[in-house]
Each structure stands twice: as structure tokens, then as C-alpha cells.
């Protein structure tokens, strides 16, 4: 696994702002990038998914951009709501393998 | 969308006892199953890779004798912690996919809180 006793940072938000949440990725030959949504005390959520031969993908409220050349995703999540508070992680996938990015802790202000 | 169900969600366990954790896919086929192990306002930290029917790929640092890991059919993976220790003590969480269907999410269960004492 790529994600080794990180710590895991803060972004905090008024509610109804827009939140954008990055990930650093390090295989540049994975070929399918996953946002999950971590609440406390239960297991991953799934988000939002991308293939690799796009660079967006849109959901509800959520769009996720990759960037190849730099190995970077982004979660963007419109219109900001306190259900949003909990810890976003990436995960890239390569052949079987699934791996997590360090993942961030959103705080959503009312 | 599919659904994994991992049990117990909470044990707690004396020291030098051993812990069963059951994965299930409840409405697919998970050809493979990973264990993730959490520990406190930390990322998931990849344990095993376990494919149906073959023996568990290990992450580097992880004790295979210390982690079973049975992956008997495509709906069920168990890991056991042996001879339990406190520092064993973690949120451990599976999750499912099914390689046969392309570009398919991994579908996670609760979790399972582990306190050894």
C-alpha cells in the first residue's frame, strides 16, 4: 500500500461554499481512480469513479478531474452541505491492486 | 449498489486469544478481496490481496502467520488475527470487487473494530 501512518489533513468550509479536495497519485499506469467517503466509525463510501483515458467526470453536486502528467485528482464537491463532513480518500487501481492516497478530513461550517 | 457485509462490526478479545473477521459479497462475485487495517485519523493501509481459490498476496510488513486470510469462495473472505496482542487493536475493513466486470468500484464493508485487552 502507498498510504503508510499519514496523518491526515483539514480542510474546513462554509457551508455552501464549493470544496476541493487533491490527491497526489503514484503509479502513472493505473487505469481507474476511485473517491470514496469515509464516515467516522464505518467503512468507505464510494463517490464518484474515472477511467484513465478521461481528464472529468461529472456526478451530482461532485466532479472529479484527473491530471496524467502530473499524477493528480481532484474531488470538487458544489454547494457544500454539513452531510459532507467526513474523511475523502482517492484510491488508484492497477490490475488488481487498489491502493489509498493519504486521504483529507473535510469540516463543513454551518 | 452491491453490497458487503463484514462481521462482527465490534469484538473485543483478551490477549494471545484469536479474532475471526468475515467478509461477504451479498449480491455479486468478488473475485478479489482486500483487507485494509485503520488505525486513528490515518489513511487505510492495504494488509492483503486475497483472489478466489489462491493464497493471499501479503503487503511488505504484514505477517502472514499472524494474518489468515481464506478466501474460499467468491462471496466469502475471513481474516483471523492469531494470538491477538493490544497493539493488534484496529478498525479492519474488506472490500470486494469483481475483475471478470471492467472498471468495477471495490465495495467496502462497516468495518470492524477490534480491541484486544
Known amino acids: 500500500g502507498e498510504s503508510v501512518g499519514l496523518h491526515l489533513p483539514t480542510l474546513s468550509v462554509q457551508e455552501g461554499d464549493n470544496s476541493i479536495i487533491n490527491c497526489a497519485y503514484s503509479?502513472?499506469?493505473?487505469?481507474?481512480f476511485i473517491w470514496y467517503k469515509q464516515e467516522s466509525g464505518k467503512g468507505p463510501q464510494f463517490i464518484i469513479d474515472?477511467?484513465?483515458?478521461?481528464d472529468k467526470r461529472q456526478g451530482q453536486r461532485v466532479t472529479v478531474l484527473l491530471n496524467k502528467t502530473v499524477k493528480h485528482l481532484s474531488l470538487q464537491i458544489a454547494a457544500t452541505q454539513p452531510g459532507d463532513s467526513a474523511v475523502y480518500f482517492c484510491?488508484?487501481?492497477?490490475?488488481?491492486?487498489?491502493?489509498f492516497g493519504g486521504g483529507t478530513r473535510l469540516m463543513v461550517k454551518p | 449498489g452491491a453490497v458487503v457485509s463484514q462481521h462482527p462490526s465490534r469484538v473485543i478479545c483478551k490477549s494471545g486469544t484469536s479474532v475471526k473477521i468475515e467478509c461477504r459479497s451479498l449480491d455479486f462475485q468478488a473475485t478479489t478481496m482486500f483487507w485494509y487495517r485503520q488505525f486513528p485519523k490515518q489513511s487505510l493501509m492495504l494488509m492483503a490481496t486475497s483472489n478466489e481459490g489462491s493464497k493471499a498476496t501479503y503487503e511488505q510488513g504484514v505477517e502472514k502467520d499472524k494474518f489468515l486470510i481464506n478466501h474460499a469462495s467468491l462471496t466469502l473472505s475471513t481474516l483471523t488475527v492469531t494470538s491477538a496482542h493490544p497493539e493488534d487493536s484496529s478498525f479492519y475493513i474488506c472490500?470486494?470487487?469483481?475483475?471478470?466486470?471492467?472498471?468495477?468500484?471495490?465495495?467496502f464493508g462497516q468495518g470492524t473494530r477490534l480491541t484486544v485487552v
Open positions: 503509479n502513472s499506469a493505473s487505469d481507474y
Open positions: 474515472i477511467r484513465s483515458n478521461m
Open positions: 472490500s470486494a470487487r469483481d475483475f471478470r466486470r471492467s472498471n468495477t468500484e471495490a465495495f
Open positions: 484510491a488508484e487501481t492497477f490490475g488488481n491492486m487498489l491502493t
